[in-house]
């Protein structure tokens, strides 16, 4: 509170109340001086106090410490919110050292290719960089911030964005290893599967393709049943800064075998992540394609707006989800302004983990939520 809006607040709360503003009168302009001082002093330091004992704060989906340790050390060593979000997730994507489901060599499509998603965004100006289906550059989450810092676009897709990333300076090299190429060969001789097509000939679940489409199917399909911990598809990231300042980000290498092409909730402001300086951030993880529909991560910012905590917010914001597809899966990883946080889920097994490091916390500490599960 600025001295001139206490002044304001003091001065006109006193005439319009007729007792006190008699004694006011009495006291002398140095007595009110101090009075303005104290009363200023106590809001600063309340202020004050709440800030340090919660912030900075980095929280991101799953148990990835070393994503969480690289953030949190560059946040406390003169780093942006920025800076911090795209270090700690490029652990993942370079280092590999998070999961399968982040960086290079793993999850091919159907092709045998691996192809990467990732998004950054600021809370302060809104300003966002996104890449979809990037091809031959490692670091996915850097090239989504060179897409903001250097561009006045939102998202570049596909060997477009792989383009444009070698005209920003970034190493071109296959995403593909030993490993994945043996995956994608173990794939293909399982006759496809799992796949993630539909409506199709020869039938998707006996063979591979090429597919031809059939008549359409008027009753709904269930929701993908082969996301799991080891198929979650994203690192969400929240960073938010001792001044208050926050931003989110994203990175994965999208779902095992997908058709070539797709580009999951990630790199999708509003589904994989959405962050608001004057509220908060949320990060999304699970299945992509349903996930996307309903923008959950800025669902639940929005929650938070109107008064809800981080964890009941992310739970309401699964809710229209399960409704309309009851078997997915998905969590959802919140964080307000000033610090408080929580998590939900629905399905997963059972459970999700988030990793969390604040001042209060000795080392990034992992947090176990249970999650909601559909009735079968």
């Keep these: 509170m600025t001295l001139a809006r206490s002044a304001y607040y003091l001065t006109h709360k006193f005439t319009y109340d007729r007792k006190v503003h008699f004694t006011a009168l009495k006291m002398d302009a140095v007595h009110l001086f101090q009075l303005l001082i104290v009363v200023i002093h106590a809001i600063s330091s309340s202020l004050t106090v709440s800030k340090s004992t919660s912030l900075p704060l980095v929280i991101n989906t799953w148990p990835f410490k070393k994503a969480t340790e690289k953030a949190w050390s560059v946040i406390n060593n003169g780093g942006s919110n920025l800076d911090a979000v795209e270090k700690g997730c490029s652990v ?61 676009h939102t998202m570049l897709v596909g060997n477009d964005a792989t383009m444009f990333a070698q005209e920003m300076g970034f190493t071109i090299t296959p995403l593909y290893t030993n490993e994945s190429l043996k995956e994608w060969n173990d794939w293909l001789h399982n006759k496809c599967q799992p796949n993630y097509w539909q409506n199709v000939r020869p039938n998707h679940t006996e063979s591979c393709g090429p597919y031809k489409p059939i008549q359409r199917h008027t009753v709904p399909l269930p929701s993908h049943q082969s ?29 095992n075998h997908k058709i070539p092409g797709r580009v999951g909730d990630s790199p999708i ?75 939900a889920c629905h399905n997963f097994g059972g459970k999700v983990q988030y990793t969390l490091q604040t001042p209060s916390l000795k080392n990034a500490t992992i947090f176990t939520v249970k999650c909601s599960m559909s009735s079968k």
């Design 269 to 343: 402001i509003g589904s994989g992540a959405y962050v608001d300086n004057d509220i908060g951030g949320a990060v999304g993880t699970g299945d992509g394609d349903v996930m996307m529909r309903f923008v959950p991560s800025f669902h639940t910012v929005q929650l938070m707006l109107n008064g809800l905590s981080p964890e009941k917010a992310a739970r309401s914001a699964l809710k229209p989800i399960i409704k309309k597809y009851p078997d997915f899966s998905g969590a959802i990883v919140a964080a307000s302004i000033s610090g408080e946080y929580g998590a």
């Design 92 to 152: 993942c994507e370079i280092q590999r050292v998070c999961s399968d489901s982040v960086g290079y060599g793993a999850h091919p499509n159907e092709k045998g290719e691996t192809t990467l998603d990732a998004m950054i965004m600021d809370g302060v100006s809104h300003r966002v960089g996104s890449v979809g289906n990037l091809k031959r550059v490692k670091g996915a989450i850097s090239v989504a911030r060179a897409v903001m810092d250097y561009t006045q």
């Design 227 to 255: 996301i799991s911990k080891d198929n979650h598809d994203t690192i969400g990231m929240l960073v938010i800064d001792k001044n208050g300042n926050i931003a989110g980000g994203t990175s994965t290498n999208g779902m």
